[in-house]
């Protein structure tokens, strides 16, 4: 089992900057891929950022330039630095781990319990 404990989540005003941290602990496959996704009430869960265990990146279009995803692999902790937040932004953002190579029929997927983003205009 992996569990996964976020926090940093809270309320900023728009242009303002916030910072996410999510700890792993348990199981932790040694080649992995950890992330943050994010949903809103009535809207699908979708991609902010990910990262693999070789510091490999991926973001969404919508925060290119403006989030950073980083990890410290010896505390098994990955991080989402926000800056110049929007009120699109607004959502619970959920930290995410699986294994590499990922089979969606059998290998685990794993999320943390969501912490709550709210940008104010």
């Known amino acids: 089992q992996v569990q996964l404990v976020e926090s940093g989540g809270g309320l900023v005003q728009a242009g303002g900057s916030l910072s996410l941290s999510c700890a792993a602990s348990g199981s932790i496959p040694g080649i992995n891929i950890m992330g943050w996704y994010r949903q809103v009430p009535g809207k699908q869960r979708e991609l902010v950022a990910t990262?693999?265990?070789?510091?490999?990146?991926n973001y969404a279009d919508s925060v290119k330039g403006r989030f950073t995803v980083s990890r410290d692999n010896a505390k098994n902790t990955v991080y989402l630095r926000m800056n110049s937040l929007k009120p699109e932004d607004t959502a619970v953002y959920y930290c995410n781990l699986r294994p590499i190579p990922y089979n969606f029929a059998i290998s685990p997927n794993h999320w943390g319990q969501g912490t709550q983003v709210t940008v104010s205009s």
């Open positions: 990262i693999t265990s070789g510091d490999s990146t």
